[in-house]
């Protein structure tokens, strides 16, 4: 089995992901996915739609927090997860995605708030890697 | 060293100011501008040690226009940006308001609810109880509130908190009056609220949430001054009702939007940071003002969750124990915040100073006398509510004259985590955690076992030494010890 692109870090009172990619699209699929793995966010059967979105921002960490944000108000709001998430990148300050929106079931624990602590999203040559925190 | 980058933090570091009183001098890096002051024992400045709460600090020590010094509590633990237990007094001239050092959970606090019901009396009772709470107060995640708002509503809520709550007939006069700030905080304005922060504050009043909020019967184990037990309503042997919960998805969002706001500002007003999750704005800007009033308005928001929780409380205490007990009735001893932003007055080295006061994972414990507090309170000081880890003890405590020399007018606000949520979950599994309570008597209705398991007690600090520590150090005075029966989370 692949390794995953994202492992849960120590954190005291919060939940830390360090996020791996070799794209800055790929990081910001692999962050979405790797803290609806964190809330154990599971699909439920039923209608499922596709949805897209728009995400502008500052800088590169401000537009991982906003994408992450997006979700995390979506699935508040109302009883639903996310899946297959397409990103497209124009440039470290604007995304446009593709994701589909379907019925959730099982979700174990909702995050409060992506934080921008001592967030680097950095580009190397082994990729692109940040460690996010959420408060929980 | 460098800005931002200390090296590692040690004992030998610091000064020893007092018993329980240590000092990081303002030289230990360069960008540091105040002294971190740690109230702790020898064990728990080890375990403050242990992760990056005191690094945490002395970021927090780089914010402009600090006063005297950043204070940390005994149970302090690693947040994000500012640590949770740190307490920052900056000028409202010329320092900063940061709303990453009052945390997401605006407002999150600590109500207490005393009753005349001897827990011998209740105990047959106590699993229905337990089970009544739970079905009256809607918690866990995506949980919507009994009471769904239209726009205007959640505007008076802004405005008024729990005042709104008493006048839609849900908490009484003296819930009010025992209230922090009466249960409205003044300076809202709805117009610094963004319009998605109002569209997740609609259809979560009276919503307990998940993660450490909880609902906690107790009996009453010891009481340590009397009068002051008497002026609250406990007494040995009695339940009493905790409910630990903030401003849910609204204060989130007011949070997330000023802290994303301020990323653009900072360098318009010349200031430069180790970490991003401090960002700022001065007190007296624009900028600084509009937050305090998105924040008045999600303190508000989080003063009313808990006013109309505690209605449903008191539902399900008269649903289950009515013709069971003598007396069914709660009374509020007190309501208090302990993640805030507050403009009060200190002396500090005998100059007055008029200041912006953040508390993060820390509990405002003003003396006695002080003229914000219900007339039976006067003599004796500020209740102070201090939950404890679950399954273990929780402590009502004062505010002391202490408090408010060495402190800002603060004390500690809980057990505090050692643990990582990570290691909590590798460790302990929520069934067997569940079963273990149960069987030491202790009642658990919890909507997701991996969060219960991340919450278990040795996640956590021994409270009674963070307690043996604030009063120590007279930044607080024990008036009761609780301990747990029944516990409801999300």
Redesign the interface.
Known sequence: MDELPYTEIEHTADWALEVRGGSLADLLVHAAEGMLDLMGAETAPGPSRTLHLHVQAADAEALLVAWLEEILVRMELAPVTFSDFQVRVADSTELEAELREGVRGDLEKMIKAVTFHDLRVEHGPSGWKTVVVFDV | MRPGEGRRIRVQDFRRLGPVLWELPATHRSDMLVPVRLFADEPLLEDALG?K?LDQAVNAACLPGLVSHITVMPDV?????FP?GGVAASRVSDGVVSP?AI???INCGVRLLASRIPAEAAAPHLADLASSLYAHCPSG??VKGSLPLSKKELEQVCREGAVWVERNGYATLDDLERTEEGGRMPGADVAAVSA?AM??GRGQLGTL???NHFIEVDRVEAVFDAAAARAMGLETGMLALQIHCGSR?FG??V??DY??DF??TLAGYGIRLP???L?CAPVKSPDGQRYLAAMACAANFAFANRQLLAHHVRQAFEETLRGRVAHTELTQVYDIAHNMGKIEDHSVGGVREHVCVHRKGATRAFGPGFEGLPEEYKLHGQPVLVPGSMGTASWVLLGTAGSMELAFGSTCHGAG???????AKREIRGDRLREELETRGIHVRAG?L??LA?EAPQAYKDVDSVVEVVTQAGIARKVARLVPLAVVKG
């Not at chain 2, 633990?77 to 940006?81: I, N």
């Not at chain 2, 985590?417 to 290691?423: E, G, H, I, L, Y």
């Open positions: 992760d709460s633990h690693q947040g994000y940006g949770i990453g945390g997401y959970d995640v995506g998605r569209d997740r949430g998940a993660g998805g989130h969002q949070c997330s802290v994303r990323q653009g970490d991003r999750e960002v985590r050692v643990m990582s949520r990570a290691q997701s991996p969060g991340e």
